[in-house]
C-alpha cells in the first residue's frame, strides 16, 4: 500500500516555473515506478512524465518534453516534476501515482495508487 500527498501547485504567468512534490509512505516506494498524470476540465486524464523505480529511465509526453522534468529521491519517499515554460494549456489538476511496473508507465491506467491532486492554473 503506498499513499501519496501532491503540493506545490498555484497560479502563474505563462512562461513562469512551478515545483511539484509527491510524498509517499510506505517502505516499499523505491520498488514502485512513478509517473505524474493530468486532467483537464472537460478531457481525459493524460499521461505527462514517468521515472523508473531507480530513477536512472525517464519519459515525457510530447506536449511537455523539453519543459518538465521528473526526479525522485527514494531516500525522501518522494518524486518532483519541476514544470518551465509553462503554457495556459498546461492548466490542469495534475496526479501524482504508483505503478507496480518498476519501469513506470505512458499509461494512466497501469497506475495503481493516485494521489488526490494539485491544482495548476496558468494565466496568459
Known amino acids: 500500500q503506498v499513499q501519496l500527498v501532491e503540493s506545490g501547485g498555484g497560479l502563474v504567468q505563462a512562461g513562469g516555473s512551478l515545483r511539484l512534490s509527491c510524498a509517499a509512505s510506505?517502505?516499499?516506494?523505491?520498488?514502485?515506478?512513478m509517473g505524474w498524470c493530468r486532467q483537464a476540465p472537460g478531457k481525459e486524464r493524460e499521461f505527462v512524465a514517468a521515472i523508473s523505480w531507480s530513477g536512472p529511465s525517464t519519459y515525457y509526453a510530447d506536449s511537455v518534453k523539453g519543459r518538465f522534468t521528473i526526479s525522485r529521491d527514494n531516500a525522501k519517499n518522494t518524486v518532483y516534476l519541476q514544470m518551465n515554460s509553462l503554457k495556459p494549456e498546461d492548466t490542469a489538476v495534475y496526479y501524482c501515482?504508483?505503478?507496480?511496473?518498476?519501469?513506470?508507465?505512458?499509461?494512466?491506467?497501469?497506475?495503481?495508487?493516485w494521489g488526490q491532486g494539485t491544482q495548476v492554473t496558468i494565466s496568459s
Open positions: 501515482a504508483a505503478s507496480r511496473n518498476p519501469a513506470g508507465s505512458s499509461v494512466p491506467s497501469e497506475y495503481v495508487y
Open positions: 510506505g517502505r516499499t516506494f523505491s520498488r514502485y515506478g
